[in-house]
């Protein structure tokens, strides 16, 4: 039986994903597509083919046409101090990367960070948006349908429907924006603890279907990159997407120069000429040395969607004097991320969110992810501090040739 499906994937007889249909199980499903591609492309995949997840539920929820998994390197950082509104005590911070001294570098970071009484965070905005867009008749109508989405009125009543979609989203606002006959409709909801494009989606599919019958609109679009999701945009920078949240901490001199080998003016001096001008001259929404390396490291290990590292990078790293010590701080606009849905239910990826007590829904609802927010915004301060550190002592490329990466 597991030859004879094997051959019709092979011959096409079979679609790849006839086979979760065909095959006794949903494992046997995965290895029967894997030997079939091997077989076609006359490639060994017996790597590809360990692996520990629950092929039952990836393939329903995660994964289409599944072969296996890729696996990638898992580091630890820490531990680090936090002291935030969620995220309180010592964290030992986990890296999924392939990038040779990443870890190192964060882990001096948070070492760093821990001997100067930890990282101070704030949550200052939690709110994931979703923007349709719809074709009006003329300007006017634009106009008329502009104005009505900020009555109190109607938003009430979108409110209202959103909350038939959701036990745990709300609607929080409704941002119209008109380009001659378009009009987009920029929703923002709280999403407790989900990343929550799939509960925004849904909940403003919802929405517009009400709005449809009220004006002469035709929704074209669902989504229509004024969101705006994973992709850069200056919106995402000045308005928030996810969990906006900022980081900070005070060094003091002797720590800075004892630790970092470079004085607090050093680190002042790079972050100025690198972070800002350098970023100011690229027209760079990122104000920052290596945000996306902590952030995509923290998401693969976390379950998060890693192209919302695109949101996660804009981010803005700032350096001051205070007094004689140093004052640093990481502020991210966007931040878009969940303790619950999509890859958080993986074997491996629990593991890591439970390693930083956050797996699953927050009591009250919303605090775990707005924890988990704090716990990457503090790992990427530590990630900035010990990087502006190894460029202001000019050890980057030292300490790259010493570890052959």
């Known amino acids: ?10 011959s096409g007889e079979l679609k790849l994903h006839q086979a979760d249909d065909n095959a006794p199980t949903r494992r046997d499903a995965v290895d029967m597509r894997r030997e079939a591609i091997s077989r076609l492309t006359g490639t060994d995949l017996s ?22 998994a890729i696996q990638v390197p898992l580091g630890v950082a820490g531990p680090l101090k936090i002291n935030g509104e ?7 911070v986990p890296l999924a990367t392939t990038e040779g001294a990443l870890v190192a570098s964060v882990n001096r970071g948070c070492s760093v960070c821990s001997q100067s ?15 349709p867009v719809v074709k009006v008749s003329s300007l006017a109508e634009a106009k008329r349908l502009a104005t009505a989405v900020k009555t109190p009125e109607l938003f009430e009543e979108m409110r209202s429907i959103a909350s038939t979609t959701t036990k745990h989203g709300e609607l929080l606002r409704a941002d119209p924006y008109v ?31 009400m709005l449809e019958s009220k004006f002469e609109m035709k929704l074209v679009a669902l989504s229509s990159n004024m969101c705006t999701d994973k992709k850069p945009a200056a919106i995402n920078v000045i308005e928030g997407r996810g969990r906006t949240t900022v980081a900070e901490i005070k060094i003091p001199r002797n720590i800075v120069i004892e630790r970092l080998k470079a004085t607090p003016e050093d680190l002042c001096e790079v972050n100025y000429r690198k972070n800002f001008l350098g970023s100011a001259r690229a027209v760079s929404f990122g104000f920052n040395a290596h945000i996306a390396n902590i952030v995509a490291a923290m998401y693969i290990a976390c ?18 004097m205070d007094g004689s010590d140093l004052y640093f701080s990481v502020s991210f606009p966007s931040l878009p991320l969940g303790t619950v849905g999509g890859g958080t239910g993986l074997a491996t990826q629990s593991e890591c969110l439970m390693m930083l007590g956050v797996k699953g829904g927050g009591d009250p609802p919303g605090s775990n992810a707005r924890k988990l927010a704090e716990i990457i915004a503090s790992a990427s301060l530590a990630g900035e501090l010990s990087l502006l550190g190894a460029l202001a002592s000019q050890d980057l490329a030292r300490a790259h040739a010493k570890y052959g990466r």
């Open 1 to 10: 039986m597991t030859e004879e499906i094997v051959k019709k994937l092979v």
């Open 47 to 68: 790597n590809i083919g360990k692996f520990s997840y629950d092929p039952e539920v990836v393939t329903r929820k995660n994964t289409e046409n599944a072969i296996g």
């Open 86 to 92: 969620y995220a309180r005590g010592e964290f030992y």
């Open 117 to 131: 009484g930890g990282v101070t965070t704030a949550i200052l905005q939690d709110e994931m948006t979703r923007a």
């Open 179 to 209: 380009v001659g006959r378009s009009v987009f409709l920029r929703f923002a909801f709280d999403t407790k603890d989900a990343m929550g494009s799939n509960m925004t989606t849904i909940a403003s599919d919802a929405i517009m279907r």
């Open 303 to 320: 379950g998060q969607d890693p192209a919302h590292v695109v949101e996660g990078s804009n981010a803005i790293t700032s350096v001051e």
